[in-house]
């Protein structure tokens, strides 16, 4: 999904809007990580970030003023962060695309027991996108996982993300399954994305 205002999300925002900027704890690596590997993590920063603070981390990732953030790096030279809240924890990767684009993946996002219901995931990203339009980010990408455990395929479309419909589909072990792709596909026959799905009464119920 590319990065939009946060009206997806329900709110207003007007051009003169400053997004809040997070004051989470931010440090590079974990203790006990080697030197060798701090120095590669500041050197993935560096190449992928440019001149943007380490700190900033936690307000390209939305995250609130109480949590705390490790950043790392993948063998491709990915930035990881990794984000860890009372209620919550997160991780998140930065890299830069075949067309030298740059984006932000939102991988992993789960509410800890007690803690889901109250709008803190809808706040977290609202606060995400509002600092990303101005990061130099030309896309978020979204991994949504879906029943019986997670319930991202409804819920990050209702935030705004889309994704074409697919000619064929997998599941969570990389199967084809596209037993779910012809039942969404008889019940809207006409949609192309999945915002065309979530356009619609039925497709905006759970």
Not at 114 to 135: H, P, W
């Amino acid at each position: 999904a590319g990065i939009k205002p946060s009206a997806v999300m329900g709110q207003k925002p007007t051009e003169t809007n400053t997004p809040k900027k997070s004051k989470a704890k931010v440090q590079i690596g974990k203790e006990g990580d080697y030197p060798e590997y701090i120095k590669n993590v500041k050197d993935v920063w560096k190449a992928t970030m440019g001149d943007t603070k380490p700190a900033e981390a936690a307000s390209l990732v939305g995250a609130p003023d109480d949590a705390t953030i490790d950043i790392g790096a993948t063998n491709d030279d990915k930035v990881t962060i990794n984000v860890h809240h009372k209620d919550y924890h997160a991780k998140r990767y930065i890299g830069v695309d075949d067309a030298g684009k740059k984006f932000i993946k939102n991988d992993e996002f789960f509410m800890h027991e007690g803690a889901g219901g109250k709008g803190l995931g809808t706040k977290i990203f609202s606060d995400q996108v509002d600092n990303l339009k101005n990061s130099g980010m030309a896309y978020i990408e979204c991994v949504a996982g879906g029943p019986p455990n997670m319930n991202g395929y409804y819920t990050w479309p209702r935030m705004g993300y889309d994704a074409d419909i697919p000619a064929s589909v997998k599941d969570r072990h990389g199967f084809a399954n596209n037993k779910a792709l012809g039942r969404l596909k008889e019940k809207f026959p006409q949609a192309k994305t999945l915002q065309d799905v979530m356009g619609t009464k039925e497709g905006d119920r759970k």
